[in-house]
Each structure stands twice: as C-alpha cells, then as structure tokens.
C-alpha cells in the first residue's frame, strides 16, 4: 500500500526557515511527479511546488524565490525548503505523488503536516 509521510513542520517567526520531508513507500518513487500542496481554512487547497520525474520544477507565484523543492530517488524521498517566511505561508502542507498512464492519472496524498508563521 502506498503512503506518503511527512514530517519538518512547526512554527517559525516571520523571516525564519522550514524544512519539509515526505517518505514515499509502496510505490515505484522515481516514476511519479511530486507535489506539494497547501491549504488553510476557508480556501481550496493549491498547488506550492512541484517536480518531475527528471527533475524539472515549477512554483506558485508567491513562493518563488522563496521555495526549493527538490527529491531524493535513492531514498524515496521530496523534500521543500522553505526560507524567508510570511504569515500567509501558514497553512497544512500535503505531500501529493501523481502518474500518468494510459489515459489514466493516479495520484496520492499524504495526512498533511502544520506550517505556522507567526511572531
């Protein structure tokens, strides 16, 4: 069964850093694109950061510059770096796994981790 667990949130003063880490199992890692994604109450959840299965990347808006995300294939592993925090990046980030074959799309979640900012 695949899951996707993730761990390095918490809370941060405005300015700081978070490192994110998702560990993939149960599935071929290095054939999927991985996401991550954020949601706070009230709004839908929207794509943060992504990167392919060679490893290209693409960012919302309102993190680039600010954002890096970036995976390990040997240890089945996405990671997102977080620097110079806002108060309006905090949210609950989800790791996302998603493969396209045949005409079909299968995608995975993880449970969801806090990201606070906040002085």
């Known amino acids: 069964q695949v899951q996707l667990v993730e761990s390095g949130g918490g809370l941060v003063q405005p300015g700081g850093s978070l490192r994110l880490s998702c560990a993939a199992s149960?599935?071929?890692?290095?054939?999927?694109?991985m996401g991550w994604y954020r949601q706070t109450p009230g709004n839908e959840r929207e794509l943060v950061a992504q990167?392919?299965?060679?490893?290209?990347?693409n960012y919302a808006d309102s993190v680039k510059g600010r954002f890096t995300i970036s995976r390990d294939n040997a240890k089945n592993t996405v990671y997102l770096q977080m620097n110079n925090l806002k108060p309006e990046d905090t949210a609950v980030y989800y790791c996302?796994?998603?493969?396209?074959?045949?005409?079909?799309?299968?995608?995975?979640w993880g449970q969801g981790t806090q990201g606070t900012v906040s002085s």
């Open positions: 996302n796994a998603r493969r396209w074959r045949n005409y079909r799309v299968v995608t995975y």
């Open positions: 149960g599935m071929a890692f290095s054939s999927y694109a």
């Open positions: 990167i392919t299965t060679d490893g290209s990347t």
